[in-house]
Nanobody, 127 residues
C-alpha cells in the first residue's frame, strides 16, 4: 500500500544541519498524521517530531525543540525534517511514518505505532 522512502541522511559535524525528506508513493499523505522517529543502537524507537494530517498542529520531543522542524508539502506528497544545530546525541536511524488522522501528533509520536513505516536513513553526527 503506502510506501515511504527517506533520504537526506549522512555524516555531519556537530553544529551542522540536514534536511531529511520522506517521499510517498501509492497513496497520498494528505489523510495521515506524519511522524519522524529515530532509533539509536540499543535504544527504543521514539518519535521526535509529528504533524497532523491537516498541518494545523505539531509535536516535538523536548530534546529537539528549537532545532528540528517538521513540515509537509502535500502537493509534492513529501514530508520534511529540517535539523539544525546537530548534536552527537542525534545520531540514529531516522524513520518517517504515516499514522491515522484520528489522533493528535503528540499521540502519534509517543505511541510509535503508525500505520506505515519508511525504511530509514542514517544520521551520524561526529567530529
Amino acid at each position: 500500500q503506502l510506501q515511504l522512502v527517506e533520504s537526506g541522511g549522512g555524516l555531519v559535524q556537530p553544529g551542522g544541519s540536514l534536511r531529511l525528506s520522506c517521499a510517498a508513493s501509492k497513496d497520498t499523505l494528505d489523510h495521515y498524521n506524519i511522524g519522524w522517529f529515530r532509533q539509536a543502537p540499543g535504544e527504543e524507537r521514539k518519535g521526535v517530531a509529528c504533524i497532523s494530517w491537516n498541518d494545523d498542529n505539531t509535536w516535538y520531543l523536548d530534546s529537539v525543540k528549537g532545532r528540528f522542524t517538521i513540515s509537509r508539502d502535500n502537493a509534492k506528497n513529501t514530508v520534511y525534517l529540517q535539523i539544525d544545530s546537530l548534536k552527537p546525541e542525534d545520531t540514529a536511524v531516522y524513520y518517517c511514518a504515516a499514522d491515522t488522522p484520528l489522533t493528535t501528533p503528540h499521540v502519534t509520536c509517543v505511541l510509535a505505532t503508525p500505520l506505515h513505516w519508511g525504511q530509514g536513513t542514517q544520521v551520524t553526527v561526529s567530529s
